[in-house]
């Protein structure tokens, strides 16, 4: 079967997580909310003493995320109003949550402490839950030789940059993202068309997450590389091609900021094959290049294996008069073991078409006698090999 694809793209869905709340001391006073101005906001430096939560996150999106709500432990008497204030405090906190949430607003909380899905984060008198997905990819690969757990060990006690992306009093999720604050400060320096150095993240059957390298070194934002954009090359399994760590060069092919996405390719740095012509595959002067295509005679030439059902099917397509081949040769190099059928990005002449049949070393010139135009060729070449079993 021939070589010839159409490219599309997929989406990716977030993961939800979930967060427990921890007390503090019984003397409160609301905290400010930051001024438009001052969109960041630092935590308190005093520390509280708590338990870690006990969080079971899942890899499915849909599933619902066990809890088992730690012990608050509280320095005060624990009278009625102690309680009260208490009480006031953590519910003043949830308010200031989900204001961070509405207004996109940057947070830097100190990190308490970590479980197995992700990262505990101080936000006032409460404890928000970063999970590991919502880490900045320069964490990873800034020190790729070491396990997340051993990250997290190492960032506890230090302070993140953070958004609120969940604040849900009622079920006491309060869910924080750096992903989502390094998003808010670098996707301006992303455009459609731009190309980066990058390495390879998670590769899943679908394609494969990128880390952006920015000028200072660092890989602060991560796109997706589309199965279908990994290479011109029929790809039948994206870990063929790219493993995780890999360094690649990508190109922007679209940003969504409200989703904050960006999209990439691989293949589109690469000369597209259906495009190129005739003489930048084989030169046409047999004096400078030995094996290049000769003028043997026509009738010797047996098809390469597939081409014969193809010009069947091209023949039946309305336009196409005749379809032959005129030279063959071979190259110094193998291209693909399978039949692939390429396109000269020049106009017909003369109602005649070229197209270029290669397979291994193997090459076939083949004329096409058409009152179609270029995409008029391409678009009855696309039916007929899907006709082609």
């Known amino acids: ?106 947070y830097e909380g100190r990190i308490e402490g970590y479980n197995g899905g992700g990262l505990l984060v101080r936000f006032y008198s409460l404890v928000g839950f970063l999970p590991f997905s919502q880490l900045s990819p320069s964490r990873s690969c800034k020190e790729s030789r070491k396990s997340i757990h051993e990250i997290a060990k190492d960032l506890t006690g230090s302070d993140i940059s953070v958004k609120v992306i969940q604040a849900d009093e009622e079920n006491k999720k309060l869910i924080l993202s750096e992903k989502e604050a390094v998003w808010s ?10 190309i980066f150095e990058a390495r390879v993240g998670s590769v899943e059957d679908y394609g494969a997450f990128i880390h952006l390298r920015f000028p200072d070194g660092f890989y602060h934002l991560t796109g997706l590389v589309h199965v279908s954009e990994v290479s011109w090359d029929l790809v039948q399994d994206v870990r063929d091609i790219l493993t995780e760590g890999d360094e690649v060069r990508v190109k922007v092919t679209s940003v969504d900021r409200e989703k904050s996405r960006i999209t990439l390719s691989i293949k589109q740095l690469e000369e597209d094959p259906l495009l190129e012509t005739l003489d930048k595959v084989i030169p046409q002067d047999a004096s400078t290049v030995p094996d290049s295509l000769s003028n043997s005679d ?33 190259e110094k190099r193998v291209v693909s073991q399978d039949l692939q059928l390429w396109l000269s990005n020049a106009p017909p002449t003369n109602q005649k078409f070229t197209l270029l049949a290669r397979a291994g070393r193997q090459v076939q010139e083949i004329h096409l006698r058409t009152s179609l135009d270029q995409e008029g060729i391409k678009k009855a070449l696309q039916r007929a090999l899907e006709r082609v079993p």
């Not at 967060?19 to 003397?27: K, L, N, Q, R, V």
């Not at 400060?185 to 731009?194: A, C, L, M, P």
Request: hydrophobic fraction near 35%.
């Open 298 to 330: 026509i009738s010797t030439i047996e098809p390469l294996p597939g081409l014969e059902t193809i010009f069947e099917e091209l023949l039946q397509e309305d336009g196409i008069d005749d379809v032959r081949i005129i030279r063959q040769g071979f």
């Open 185 to 194: 400060k670098f996707s301006e320096q992303v455009n459609v068309g731009d």
């Open 1 to 106: 079967m021939p070589i010839f694809s159409i490219a599309t793209l997929g989406s990716v869905s977030g993961v939800s997580f979930l967060s427990h709340i921890f007390t503090s001391d019984a003397s409160y006073a609301p905290p400010q909310f930051p001024s438009l101005v001052n969109h960041c906001h630092k935590s308190p430096a005093k520390r509280y003493s708590f338990h870690a939560a006990k969080v079971s996150v899942s890899g499915n999106a849909n599933t619902e995320v066990s809890e088992q709500a730690p012990a608050a432990q509280i320095s005060d008497d624990s009278s009625a109003s102690s309680e009260a204030v208490r009480q006031a405090r953590i519910s003043g906190d949830w308010e200031v949550a989900r204001t961070y949430n509405g207004s996109g607003f940057i």
